[in-house]
């Protein structure tokens, strides 16, 4: 309980005194540059792959003429840091044993490049004059899109419609997270109502105006979380359990959460016949999932060989079956992924993949325990959220979701680091 309530920093954590932000009329132009991809990176985190990849490729450049000053901030020593690198090390290992130098092997590996990337960004942020170039850019762009999700609900067009429903998985965890992190941030800021109405925004676009089940997911576990943090420690129990309960009241007056729980618990049970509904696909990819498991307990299928060993199963289902066979649809032949991190991990790579992935997790929390109280309720609550989102989709190997969990971890730690380089 003590990772949701916050505690002192550890006695023997010795630290030397934090600089404030840089004043900007003294900023270099690597500053300058340096801000500008980080502004780039958190304006486009919650919502755009090109925006994220152009902001990388600049971060990329600009860390040419910086390495000395990462090299000398070391942040693969980070534990979270160590721990994802030690993941990604494994999965690139098992991708080539199982498969070799593939073109899908690649393609797997890159999947997960958010775990090498998080250490650069995490000693970019230490190195940026100002981190708040960053998390207020993240906020902005976050602004930007539940905006535009208010445009789709009120004047429904196709294309945008599309284009929304291709990132409800993503925009639901952005949301979830943005609406966390300016809860407690408000606990400290000079005004914190207008944090908290600004989080009150991002939660009730995605109850209203999005439909992403994950996000609402995320969202109740996050509201118990901040309940928790922000009561004394008499009413954390109380608070910790009756405000969620006040949000899926909320959430039950909203046309698109109703809409959602209805389509889950009409297919959520499997009847042997093709159902191509969201929550139909995932009980065929669970059916399928389970069958590897036991077919492959040990060492996996292969992180690239997933999709593979997916579809055979199913031509093995209908082998008796040709012509039920032909009529399937394309998503139930074959999936990439089984929509939950921690089966991808299982599947993939086997037993020791999916112990890294939760030994990284659980070194996330620990870290929490050490750091302070602002900077320990969100990477506690923004940890716990990954993790429940896991359960339901494949987030570390989905790009937009891993890229913007692994940022704000990146984001946390630096505030968190013992020194600002000269």
Same mark, same amino acid.
């Given at each position: 309980m003590k *990772?949701?309530?916050?505690w002192?920093?550890?006695?023997?954590?010795?630290?030397?005194?934090?600089?404030?932000? #840089?004043? /900007?009329?003294? /900023?270099?132009?690597?500053?300058?540059?340096?801000?500008?991809?980080? @502004?780039?990176?958190?304006?486009?985190?919650?919502?755009s792959?090109?925006? *994220?990849?152009?902001?990388?490729?600049?971060?990329?450049?600009?860390?040419?003429?910086l390495?000395?000053?990462i090299?000398?901030?070391?942040? /693969? #020593?980070?534990?979270?840091?160590?721990?994802?690198?030690? =993941?990604?090390?494994?999965?690139?290992?098992h991708?080539?044993?199982f498969?070799?130098?593939?073109?899908?092997?690649?393609?797997?590996?890159?999947s997960?490049q958010?775990l090498?990337?998080?250490?650069? =960004?995490?000693?970019?942020l230490?190195? @940026?004059p100002?981190?708040?170039?960053?998390s207020?850019?993240?906020?902005a762009?976050?602004?930007?899109?539940?905006?535009?999700?208010w445009?789709?609900?009120?004047?429904?067009q196709?294309?945008l419609?599309?284009?929304?429903?291709?990132?409800?998985?993503?925009?639901?965890?952005g949301?979830?997270?943005?609406?966390?992190?300016l809860?407690?941030?408000a606990?400290t800021?000079a005004r914190?109502?207008?944090?908290?109405?600004?989080?009150?925004?991002?939660?009730?676009? =995605?109850?209203?105006?999005?439909?992403?089940r994950?996000g609402?997911l995320?969202l109740?576990?996050?509201?118990g979380?901040?309940?928790?943090q922000h009561?004394?420690p008499?009413?954390?129990?109380v608070?910790?359990?009756?405000?969620?309960?006040?949000?899926?009241?909320?959430a039950?007056?909203?046309?698109?959460?109703?809409k959602?729980?209805h389509?889950?618990?009409? $297919?959520?049970?499997?009847?042997?016949?093709?159902?191509?509904?969201?929550?139909?696909?995932?009980v065929?990819m =669970?059916?399928?999932?389970?069958?590897?498991?036991?077919?492959?307990?040990?060492?996996?299928?292969?992180?690239?060989?997933?999709g593979?060993? %997916?579809?055979?199963?199913v031509?093995?289902?209908?082998a $008796?079956?040709?012509e039920?066979?032909?009529?399937?649809?394309?998503?139930w032949r074959?999936t990439s992924n089984?929509?939950?991190e921690?089966?991808?991990?299982?599947?993939?790579?086997?037993?020791?993949?999916?112990?890294?992935?939760?030994g990284?997790?659980g070194?996330?929390?620990?870290e929490?325990? %050490?750091?302070r109280?602002?900077?320990? %309720?969100?990477?506690?609550g923004?940890?716990?959220?990954f993790?429940?989102?896991?359960?339901?989709?494949?987030?570390l190997?989905d790009f937009?979701?891993?890229?913007?969990?692994?940022?704000?971890?990146a984001?946390?730690l630096?505030?968190?680091?013992?020194?600002?380089?000269?």
């Open positions: *990772v949701l309530a916050g002192q920093q550890a006695p023997h954590a010795t630290r030397l005194a934090h600089a404030g932000p #840089k004043p /900007w009329r003294s /900023w270099t132009p690597m500053d300058w540059a340096l801000s500008l991809a980080l @502004a780039l990176f958190g304006f486009f985190a919650t919502a792959v090109a925006g *994220v990849y152009m902001a990388q490729g600049l971060m990329l450049l600009l860390a040419v003429p390495a000395p000053r090299g000398r901030l070391a942040p /693969w #020593k980070s534990p979270p840091m160590a721990a994802g690198l030690l =993941l990604l090390a494994y999965i690139i290992l991708s080539l044993w498969s070799g130098f593939t073109p899908a092997s690649w393609h797997m590996v890159n997960y958010e090498i990337l998080a250490p650069l =960004l995490f000693a970019l230490q190195l @940026a100002d981190r708040r170039v960053f207020r850019a993240l906020i762009g976050a602004v930007v899109f539940a905006c535009i999700h445009v789709g609900f009120w004047l429904p196709p294309r419609g599309s284009f929304l429903e291709s990132r409800r998985i993503s925009a639901g965890f949301f979830a997270l943005c609406a966390f992190m809860l407690v941030q606990r800021h914190p109502w207008a944090l908290r109405a600004l989080a009150a925004f991002f939660a009730v676009t =995605l109850l209203f105006a999005a439909a992403g994950t609402y995320v109740v576990l996050l509201v979380v901040a309940a928790w009561s004394p008499r009413w954390r129990w608070a910790g359990l009756l405000l969620p309960i006040v949000v899926l009241g909320l039950w007056s909203s046309s698109v959460v109703q959602r729980v389509e889950t618990v009409e $297919n959520a049970q499997p009847t042997g016949q093709v159902n191509t509904t969201s929550t139909g696909i995932r065929h =669970l059916q399928i999932a389970e069958q590897l498991a036991h077919a492959h307990p040990l060492l996996g299928v292969g992180f690239a060989n997933y593979e060993a %997916h579809s055979a199963v031509r093995q289902m209908y $008796n079956d040709p039920g066979y032909a009529r399937l649809p394309q998503t074959f089984p929509h939950s921690y089966l991808m991990q299982l599947l993939g790579g086997g037993v020791p993949a999916l112990l890294l992935f939760v990284w997790l070194m996330t929390l620990r929490a325990w %050490h750091t109280n602002t900077v320990s %309720h969100m990477l506690c923004f940890c716990l959220a993790a429940l989102g896991c359960v339901f989709n494949s987030l190997l937009v979701e891993g890229h913007l969990y692994m940022a704000l971890l984001w946390l630096a505030r968190h680091a013992s020194t600002r380089p000269i």
